[in-house]
């Protein structure tokens, strides 16, 4: 079954902020990480990313179900920024998230790059993102110790 992408609205903050913590709760168990970790973001933070005129959230649906969401932030120079996207825990792993990124990237033709970044010791991440066509930046950022966040591009 191929997912959609529904565009989301100021309605949606709520379901959004639940389903990111969800989504990214294993991620705080693992590393702690109470500053970037979406899990740990106040509702707050999304409504305020849902005003910004360069912002668009999506929600990635399967048969009509919200199993998740990307959000694409549209910056300067024909560039797009994906951050955050993350599709619930029970539907990872089958291949979702690949097709999220196709239509978010087909959404914005004019886009001549593209960025996002993850957590360098995911190597299920990693591998989601490179398989995709993304490649390193050489850009690193240290997090805590164990943490680091490394940064990605691709040129379309």
């Given at each position: ?31 702690h990480d109470y500053t970037t970790n979406p899990?740990?973001e106040p509702l707050e933070k999304i409504i ?68 996002l970044d993850t957590i360098k010791q995911e ?34």
């Amino acid at each position: 079954m191929l997912v959609q992408l529904l565009k989301a609205d100021a309605n949606d903050c709520r379901q959004i902020h639940q389903m990111q913590i969800k989504a990214f709760a294993h991620l705080l168990d693992k590393y702690h990480d109470y500053t970037t970790n979406p899990a740990a973001e106040p509702l707050e933070k999304i409504i305020q990313r849902m005003r910004q005129a360069f912002t668009d959230y999506y929600f990635i649906q399967l048969g009509g179900e919200n199993i998740g969401a990307i959000r694409v932030v549209r910056l300067h120079n024909a560039a797009c920024r994906i951050s955050p996207m993350f599709i619930l825990p029970e539907f990872q792993g089958k291949g979702y998230a690949q097709q999220a990124i196709k239509n978010a990237e087909s959404l914005y033709p004019e886009a001549c790059r593209w960025e996002l970044d993850t957590i360098k010791q995911e190597p299920k991440l990693r591998y989601l993102y490179e398989k995709m066509g993304y490649v390193t930046t050489g850009k690193e950022e240290d997090i805590q110790p164990g943490m680091t966040i490394i940064f990605y591009e691709k040129h379309v």
